[in-house]
C-alpha cells in the first residue's frame, strides 16, 4: 500500500478519536503515523504528529 496514505489516514483517524474523547487510542494512530512518516523522510509531519499526541491535538496538525 501506499505508505504516505497510510500515515495521513493515521493522522486523520487521530484527530477524530481524540475529539471523540479517545486520548489513548488518538496518541496511538499518531504515534503510527509519527513512525510512517519519519521512515518516509517526512521529519515535519513526524515532529507534527508527536506535538499532536503530546496536546492531543493542535490546529496544525489536524488542519494539514
Known amino acids: 500500500g501506499n505508505r504516505?496514505?497510510?500515515a495521513v489516514?493515521?493522522?486523520f483517524l487521530g484527530r477524530a478519536l481524540a475529539r471523540n474523547g479517545l486520548v489513548a487510542?488518538?496518541?496511538e494512530s499518531w504515534t503510527q503515523a509519527?513512525?510512517?512518516f519519519e521512515a518516509l523522510g517526512d521529519s515535519a509531519d513526524a515532529a507534527t504528529a508527536i506535538s499532536a499526541f503530546?496536546?492531543?491535538h493542535t490546529p496544525e496538525f489536524i488542519g494539514r
Open 25 to 27: 487510542e488518538a496518541r
Open 9 to 11: 489516514t493515521l493522522r
Open 54 to 56: 503530546a496536546n492531543k
Open 4 to 6: 504516505q496514505r497510510q
Open 34 to 36: 509519527a513512525i510512517l
